[in-house]
T-cell receptor
């Protein structure tokens, strides 16, 4: 099972771009990389997923280098409402592509400062 | 379309008591999961069910049992609750779309005295 390592916490000012990096040295060939966001007293929710190179959606970008041993979640121009815990998950993706045993790391607590 | 529903939302138990946390989904998920989250910690996988009729242990299964009653329901049972099981429990279903993302319930906050 691919384990993930992320910084425990990060601070950022409003309006700045935030990059959170996740290390996953033993990622398997079939594993996808997914990022989740969790607000206090809520379950995590999906942000973005990728397999390689770059993926962008309306809220974030995900950068994955060729060796896939790390990934970087990029949040453009963060606001106070982006204050949350962000988790990198390795293994889900299209059903059958990765593992069913989906384990989270400790996540990165992002605090956005006015 | 309620998504993933957990009951109860809050529960207080005494040490040694038993209880079952219920989880039901109406999103046609084949795979379902139970996680626990302790204060300031990430989510730890307790048990999962890859498909109806199968269950497997996760990272922290000791003290818990699960039942995948049918495709919709996946319950978590504490046979003899201990204070160390005080936590917030999250149930999730795995989507059948391209991303296979997890859809979480709102959580069940359990306190064991």
């Amino acid at each position: 099972l691919a384990k993930t390592t992320q910084p425990i916490s990060m601070d950022s000012y409003e309006g700045q771009e935030v990059n959170i990096t996740c290390s996953h040295n033993n990622i398997a060939t079939n594993d996808y990389i997914t990022w989740y966001q969790q607000f206090p007293s809520q379950g995590p929710r999906f942000i973005i997923q990728g397999y390689k190179t770059k993926v962008t959606n309306e809220v974030a970008s995900l950068f994955i280098p060729a060796d896939r041993k790390s990934s970087t979640l990029s949040l453009p121009r963060v606001s106070l409402s982006d204050t949350a815990v962000y988790y990198c998950l390795v293994g889900d993706g299209p059903i059958g592509a990765g593992s069913y045993q989906l384990t989270f790391g400790k996540g990165t607590k992002l605090s956005v400062i006015p | 379309n309620a998504g993933v529903t957990q009951t109860p939302k809050f529960q207080v138990l005494k040490t040694g008591q038993s209880m079952t946390l219920q989880c039901a989904q109406d999103m046609n998920h084949n795979s379902m999961y139970w996680y626990r989250q302790d204060p300031g910690m990430g989510l730890r996988l307790i048990y999962y069910s890859a498909s109806e009729g199968t269950t497997d242990k996760g990272e922290v299964p000791n003290g818990y049992n699960v039942s995948r009653l049918n495709k919709r329901e996946f319950s978590l049972r504490l046979e003899s609750a201990a204070p160390s099981q005080t936590s917030v429990y999250f149930c999730a279903g795995r989507g059948t779309g391209y991303t296979g993302e997890l859809f979480f319930g709102e959580g069940s906050r359990l306190t064991v005295l």
